[in-house]
């Protein structure tokens, strides 16, 4: 917030560089599993919400950026950061259009499912995480599986039944993904048995989404 404020009130070239920066920092906290694409400590045992309240805030957030970026005269930055300006202005119209027009959450369970694949398949394969930390993380985003679909399927008001075809799909290929992560983790006996019963949970509750 600080930096919205204040750093609009410097050369237009610097007040684009802060805001710059406190959108790449808000957009990996509220988007961990892309967070954890990139290898951004922090956010990787998380998924992103979508309670209402937290969509209404992250609309909020965007609406704000868009006003902060509206106040910078882009005819005085240089080349370069004029570019990122027009790619930092057209992401954050397509976001605010999602939410606005689309809302995928509202009608989409692949969207849901999707981000879940997502987010076990990086941590499952990327190489850059350490065992122990993968292990961590792992056990992180399997206990809340089953809230996260619970959460999806009370924001649901109507399906397509395109979707649902695809989705059914996913669901498999997930579960199957799921039932190999024990022959990619090296941990205690205790953990592994853990992440065995987390696995369980989390295919019951894909099976009762699907359902």
Not at 57 to 85: G, H, M, P, V, W
Not at 185 to 203: F, H, K, P, R, V
Request: a negative charge; one cysteine or more.
């Amino acid at each position: 917030t600080g930096i919205l404020i204040f750093g609009c009130r410097s050369s237009p070239e610097e007040s684009f560089d802060n805001l710059n920066a406190a959108f790449i920092n808000w957009y990996f906290k509220y988007h961990p599993v892309e967070s954890t694409r990139y290898g951004i400590k922090g956010n990787h045992g998380k998924f992103r919400s979508y309670s209402i309240s937290e969509i209404d805030e992250y609309y909020a957030d965007i609406s704000r950026f868009l006003i902060e970026l509206s106040q910078i005269d882009a005819t005085k930055i240089s080349s370069n950061a004029r570019i990122d300006y027009n790619i930092l202005y057209s992401r954050l119209e397509k976001m605010k259009y999602t939410i606005d027009n689309i809302r995928p959450w509202e009608w989409n369970p692949l969207w849901t499912i999707n981000a879940i694949n997502e987010a076990i398949y990086i941590l499952s394969e990327r190489i850059h995480l350490e065992m122990d930390e993968r292990v961590d993380a792992l056990q992180s985003r399997l206990e809340k599986i089953p809230s996260v679909l619970d959460n999806s399927k009370n924001l649901m008001i109507g399906q397509s039944k395109l979707h649902i075809t695809y989705c059914n799909d996913r669901i498999s290929k997930l579960i199957s993904l799921l039932q190999q992560l024990p022959l990619k983790l090296n941990s205690d006996n205790i953990t592994l048995d853990n992440i065995d019963q987390l696995i369980e949970e989390s295919i019951d509750a894909l099976e009762g989404y699907k359902q």
